[in-house]
């Protein structure tokens, strides 16, 4: 399958008359589709859905197939019958956690007619009363449930597409772990439909079962005084990081942050991942943020995993492998943070040759050796270095005095 070329195909395709329609199903089937999508659907060659969605849409005069498996492999035949009248079957609005997004990215969008129905979450939303712009939208549809774990704030009002009829059950347990059994959780079942079933129960005492794969889960959030609530600034307390000792400290850690300025949506390289603490926060930072994290020790690497899964930083990949050899064939990055190997030969050359002009890279060093690199390093590319000195009070026998952790070196360089 060759991806749409922005360059070459959409510019040839502006003379083409669209041949593709997506088609947002509600439970309500045929009844609820506009004339203009009836029409579409029985003007068709092909149909291409889901068998439910190829159900409520029947009888179809069409050749109909439901999607394979991986679904993945939907797209060539899609592609395959391009220029005939071709439908796809979609849960309410295609755009919305849909498949039009990745239809988009492979067909002209001038080639495509799309008639939506409402998202789950607008049925949710009306169904509640609830302010849609206020609400938390998200999807653990074939995604992880820790997902959810950043949005998990005061007061929130989320709401979630589920994976089945166990995520709801799974929801109330991960809330009362983290405190938030008081939590409000309502499951809205089958919307739009003759089916459609509407259940509330708190975290502390959900016992709703038998309920319909096809569901959304309304959160109002009640955390505890003591609940695990994820800060929205960096520097998260280090209790917070299963670890061995090799952990960026909080204060370090936020100012690391800081240097390396993510922005939406950007690639950070962490190198010497360690407990994955700065990756995970990177990731934290904005939820398109993405991180590839670089770690020789495989039960560093299963800790950062366990780490990143516990806080919600689901776009923490982790890659065992050394440096320089295990970052060939990466992503482009953003920014690069190494935080250990950075004296070993081709780490930062490396690094250097792969990071994009304008990209950040920041390097912590707390062994003379690397600080000597880094000296060298600064008077060939620039950047800044700062000294950064941390004492933490602790007791002293009946009294308390100051403890002083190793100095830390850090020089930030932006590639010109």
Known sequence: ???????????SSMTKA?????????EDGR???????????????????GARHLELVAPLSAQAQTWPSPFAEGYPIILARRGQPTCVLATGDPFHYGVGAELARLVPADEIVCHPQPSAFSLAATRLGWSLPDCDCVSLHGRALERI???????????????????????????RARGMGASTITVLEAMGGPRERIRYADADLFEIREIDPLNTVAIETKPSRDARVVPLTPGLPDS?????????????????LAALAPKAGELLWDIGLGAGSVGIEWCLRHPRNRCIG????????ERARRNAQELGAT???????????????????????IGGGASKPGVFETAWTALKPGGRLVVNAVTLETETLLGTLYGRHGGTMRRLALARLEAVGGMHGWRAAMPVTQWVVVKP
Do not use: C, Y
């Open 240 to 256: 917070w990081f299963e670890n061995d000792g090799q952990l960026t400290k909080a204060e370090i850690r936020a100012l690391t």
């Open 1 to 11: 399958m060759r991806p749409f070329s922005p360059n070459s195909e959409k510019e």
């Open 18 to 26: 669209p041949w593709l329609t997506i088609i947002g199903i509600g």
């Open 149 to 175: 774990v950043p949005h998990l704030q005061p007061g929130a009002r989320i709401l979630a597409l589920s994976w089945d009829g166990s995520t709801p059950g799974r929801l109330a347990e991960l809330l």
């Open 31 to 49: 009844v609820g589709l506009s004339p203009a999508a009836q029409a579409a659907l029985d003007q068709a060659e092909f149909v291409i859905g």
């Open 294 to 301: 670089i770690e020789e020790r495989p039960e560093r690497a």
């Open 315 to 337: 776009a923490l990949d982790t890659r065992i492998g050394q440096a320089p050899e295990a970052l060939a064939d990466l992503p482009v990055p953003d920014a690069i943070f």
